[in-house]
């Protein structure tokens, strides 16, 4: 119900559907609730529709909103990000007092946090950058939620998220990240391997169409069936049900009447973008970004049709054995995913002096967001032995899981190829497993080409330091060091 008279101990600006949820989970948790939009009637339709959700206060300008908070005063920004999300802080910033919080809690790029952290901390305002996910119906029912900024922030706004958090095993799937972008920068990882996750997915879905014949009915069958095995995950479990969708129309799988160009808002080109910059292989993670921009070249597709596939191999004709292939193949690449993205996280809070902590956010993944999945747990066990594990695929566990499916992911990647279909995600996982293991790596050529055209220098194996092969001249080798 509406209070006029309330004292909120949350205040929600932006009341798009995500907004109007967590609003919502504040006020079933006990919290009053202060509530601001730039329309108003936005504010007005969350009350009449689901006012009795709890103890809201409907305010209609920045000052009432302000007003209606206790101290120190907590506000969620959830409206989009970018300057709208710079004018929001802003207007709020010029209204609010010394030890106020700030909170962004939509897909905010991880450096804007930075700024923004810096500048608020300057005026004596304490701003927490918030990665939130999970989706409508997590920002209802519990998602999981990665709040950076000061420490001190989070004795103050800290019990109130982990309240409304998911929850697992009695574990809220929040926790203090650290500090300035730190949590912006974690949700931009989490984002990066989503879409590792859903183009493996993806992969697998067209090898059961393109290499077995399969229908929709028949390969949401077998995601329903792994659904309750190692690859149970909350991404598997909604693949079964979009196959398992019937165009009302047209009588077909809703799946077949879907233009198959899929769009992207950013934050998986992010990932791409910081993992270069920090020098990270996040390869998994790029070509399933690269595999989205392709389709949706639609142009160039349409034009490209009819170009020569050379000669195709014959399909499997063991389809229970191919089934256990893919299967294994997801399972191998899910994990070299993860792999690349804990690498970057790793290497993000060396760079910025976070102090992050693999397992913890392990720990807040296993409930509430998109890439939730029963692994999590394993992920979790292994940095909780070694915290300073090198690569998550030298844990033991993986490390056996891999070794398993070895045979299999190359049969999936080999038969693909054979026939053509694009499996970019698992094939460039599978390439990256073998350069990670072997011994010896053509990088050594590159960097003689590298000296030899531009004196860049390289290492010996047998003598420590840098040294240089005079190239136009004699060709004798000096020290550079």
Same mark, same amino acid.
């Given at each position: 119900?509406a209070?006029?008279?309330?004292?909120?101990?949350?205040?929600?600006?932006?009341?798009?559907?995500?907004?109007?949820?967590?609003?919502?989970?504040?006020?079933?948790?006990?919290?009053?609730?202060?509530l601001?939009n730039?329309?108003? *009637?936005?504010?007005?339709?969350?009350?009449?529709?689901?006012?009795?959700?709890?103890?809201?206060v409907?305010?209609?300008t920045?000052?009432e909103?302000?007003?209606?908070?206790?101290?120190?005063?907590?506000?969620?920004?959830m409206?989009?990000?970018?300057?709208?999300?710079?004018a929001?802080?802003?207007?709020?910033?010029?209204?609010?007092?010394?030890?106020?919080?700030?909170?962004?809690?939509?897909?905010?790029l991880?450096?804007?946090?930075?700024?923004?952290?810096?500048?608020?901390?300057?005026r004596?305002?304490?701003?927490?950058?918030?990665?939130?996910?999970?989706?409508?119906?997590?920002?209802?029912?519990?998602?999981?939620i990665?709040?950076?900024?000061?420490?001190?922030?989070y004795?103050?706004?800290?019990?109130?998220?982990?309240?409304?958090?998911?929850?697992?095993?009695?574990t809220?799937?929040?926790?203090?990240?650290?500090?300035d972008?730190?949590?912006?920068?974690v949700?931009?990882?989490?984002?990066?391997?989503?879409?590792a996750?859903?183009?493996?997915?993806?992969?697998?879905?067209?090898?059961?169409? /393109?290499a077995?014949?399969?229908?929709p009915?028949?390969?949401?069958?077998?995601f329903?069936q792994?659904n309750?095995?190692?690859?149970?995950?909350?991404?598997?479990?909604?693949?079964?049900?979009v196959?398992?969708?019937?165009?009302?129309?047209?009588g077909?799988?809703?799946v077949?009447?879907?233009?198959d160009?899929?769009?992207?808002?950013?934050?998986? =080109?992010?990932?791409?973008?910081?993992?270069?910059?920090l020098?990270v292989?996040?390869?998994?993670?790029?070509e399933?970004?690269f &595999?989205?921009?392709?389709?949706?070249s639609?142009?160039? =597709?349409? *034009? /490209?049709?009819?170009?020569?596939?050379?000669?195709?191999? &014959?399909?499997p004709?063991?389809?229970?054995q191919?089934?256990?292939?893919?299967?294994?193949?997801?399972?191998?690449?899910?994990?070299?995913?993860?792999?690349?993205?804990f690498?970057?996280?790793?290497?993000?809070?060396?760079e910025?002096?976070?102090?992050?902590?693999?397992?913890?956010?392990?720990?807040i993944?296993?409930?509430?967001?998109?890439?939730? /999945?029963?692994?999590l747990?394993r992920?979790?066990?292994?940095?909780?032995?070694?915290?300073?594990?090198?690569?998550?695929?030298?844990?033991?566990?993986f490390?056996e899981?891999?070794?398993?499916?070895i045979?299999?992911?190359?049969?999936?990647?080999?038969?693909?190829t054979?026939?053509?279909?694009?499996?970019? &995600?698992f094939?460039?996982s599978?390439?990256?497993y073998?350069?990670?293991?072997?011994?010896?790596?053509?990088?050594?050529?590159?960097?003689a080409?590298?000296?030899?055209?531009?004196a860049?220098?390289?290492?010996r194996?047998?003598?420590?330091?840098?040294f240089h092969?005079?190239?136009?001249?004699d060709?004798?080798?000096v020290?550079?060091?």
């Amino acid at each position: 119900m509406a209070s006029s008279t309330a004292r909120a101990q949350i205040g929600v600006t932006g009341l798009a559907v995500m907004g109007s949820n967590i609003a919502r989970n504040f006020a079933k948790h006990g919290y009053t609730v202060a509530l601001h939009n730039r329309s108003v *009637a936005k504010t007005d339709a969350l009350l009449a529709a689901h006012g009795d959700d709890g103890d809201f206060v409907r305010t209609e300008t920045v000052a009432e909103f302000v007003a209606a908070l206790e101290k120190p005063r907590r506000v969620l920004i959830m409206v989009k990000a970018g300057d709208a999300t710079d004018a929001v802080i802003s207007e709020l910033a010029d209204a609010m007092e010394t030890g106020d919080i700030i909170i962004d809690g939509g897909n905010a790029l991880y450096t804007d946090t930075i700024r923004r952290e810096a500048a608020l901390r300057a005026r004596g305002l304490n701003f927490v950058g918030a990665g939130i996910s999970g989706g409508e119906v997590g920002a209802l029912n519990g998602p999981s939620i990665m709040p950076g900024g000061p420490a001190e922030s989070y004795e103050s706004l800290g019990p109130l998220l982990e309240s409304i958090a998911a929850q697992v095993d009695g574990t809220p799937c929040c926790t203090h990240i650290g500090p300035d972008g730190s949590g912006h920068f974690v949700k931009m990882v989490h984002n990066g391997i989503e879409y590792a996750d859903m183009q493996l997915i993806g992969e697998a879905y067209h090898l059961f169409r /393109a290499a077995l014949d399969l229908d929709p009915k028949q390969i949401a069958d077998i995601f329903t069936q792994w659904n309750s095995g190692d690859l149970e995950s909350y991404l598997v479990e909604i693949t079964a049900e979009v196959l398992n969708q019937v165009d009302a129309s047209t009588g077909k799988p809703l799946v077949d009447v879907i233009v198959d160009a899929a769009e992207q808002k950013g934050t998986g =080109r992010w990932t791409v973008k910081s993992a270069l910059d920090l020098g990270v292989p996040v390869t998994g993670i790029a070509e399933a970004v690269f &595999a989205r921009a392709l389709s949706g070249s639609r142009g160039q =597709r349409a *034009a /490209a049709v009819g170009l020569a596939a050379g000669d195709l191999a &014959a399909k499997p004709t063991d389809i229970a054995q191919f089934t256990e292939d893919i299967r294994q193949a997801l399972y191998a690449s899910k994990v070299v995913a993860y792999a690349q993205g804990f690498d970057q996280i790793a290497a993000g809070s060396a760079e910025y002096d976070w102090d992050l902590h693999p397992g913890d956010l392990a720990t807040i993944w296993r409930g509430g967001c998109i890439i939730r /999945a029963r692994f999590l747990n394993r992920i979790k066990e292994a940095y909780e032995k070694d915290p300073a594990l090198p690569s998550l695929i030298l844990a033991p566990y993986f490390r056996e899981a891999i070794e398993t499916a070895i045979d299999s992911w190359r049969r999936v990647v080999a038969t693909a190829t054979l026939l053509g279909i694009p499996v970019p &995600a698992f094939a460039s996982s599978l390439s990256y497993y073998d350069a990670l293991r072997a011994e010896r790596l053509p990088a050594a050529l590159t960097q003689a080409q590298r000296d030899f055209f531009g004196a860049h220098t390289y290492e010996r194996v047998d003598t420590e330091g840098k040294f240089h092969t005079l190239w136009s001249e004699d060709r004798t080798e000096v020290r550079a060091d």
